[in-house]
């Protein structure tokens, strides 16, 4: 079945710095990867996808991810972190044949004044 | 607002008690899926349902159960509570095509659930 890793519980960066959150994932075939927000009490947003094509894929807000399949990552980045970006991020996987979406254990985003 | 929309926002209910969680989907999405968030957990996948069909299953419990309406919306069923499925429950929906599916899933704003 497939999965997805986020090593990092929190990750804390400055405003105006780059970000960087990270995501592995394992199945078979080519996956289908995405990127979701949280915002406190709130549900989880949509901020983008790899379905094929293009490793760099864009998003909202600013954001978007690398799609690296030797190393099987997706990482999130955003080239100027804000203070509204803090918030808890979630890679998630899907293979081609199957429904369900696996998602990561998330990643707590801190962007500092 | 993402046009999922779910009922109630709040509950909270005794051990061993019986809750209905209603979702409604965007327009015009047939698939919807259940998930339940905790914070040891994480975000769990429960169930899928499409076009009133289950579709796929996920970690949900045999006292946990769903279903989907011929006007697509669905309810999730928890029986028999206990502590421990004091969770945050999401519902979410997408567009399906054939063959499987790709397309990024909408999720409502959660019911929480607290057992007592």
């Known amino acids: 079945a497939q999965s997805v890793a986020q090593p990092e519980d929190q990750v804390n960066v400055a405003e105006g710095n780059p970000l960087t959150v990270k995501c592995t994932y394992s199945v078979s075939g080519n996956p289908y990867l995405f990127w979701y927000v949280q915002y406190p009490n709130r549900g989880l947003q949509f901020l983008l996808k790899y379905i094929t094509g293009d490793n760099l894929v864009k998003g909202s807000y600013g954001f978007e991810a690398e799609f690296n399949k030797s190393q099987t990552s997706f990482h999130l980045k955003k080239p100027s972190a804000l203070v509204s970006d803090s918030a808890l991020y979630f890679c998630a996987v899907r293979d081609m044949r199957g429904n369900d979406m696996r998602f990561g254990a998330g990643t707590r985003l801190t962007v500092k004044p | 607002d993402s046009g999922v929309t779910q009922t109630p926002k709040h509950l909270i209910t005794a051990t061993g008690q019986r809750v209905t969680l209603r979702c409604s989907p965007r327009?015009?999405?047939?698939?919807v899926y259940w998930y339940q968030q905790s914070l040891d957990q994480g975000l769990q996948f429960l169930i899928q349902?499409?076009?009133?069909?289950?579709?796929a299953k996920g970690n949900i419990l045999e006292r946990f159960s769903a279903q989907q309406f011929p006007d697509l919306h669905s309810e999730l069923n928890l029986s028999s509570l206990e502590l421990g499925d004091s969770a945050l429950y999401f519902c979410?929906?997408?567009?399906?095509?054939?063959?499987?599916?790709?397309?990024?899933?909408?999720f409502g704003p959660g019911t929480r659930l607290t057992v007592l």
């Open positions: 349902y499409y076009n009133g069909e289950e579709r």
């Open positions: 979410a929906s997408s567009v399906v095509t054939s063959g499987g599916s790709y397309n990024e899933q909408f």
């Open positions: 327009s015009g999405d047939l698939s």
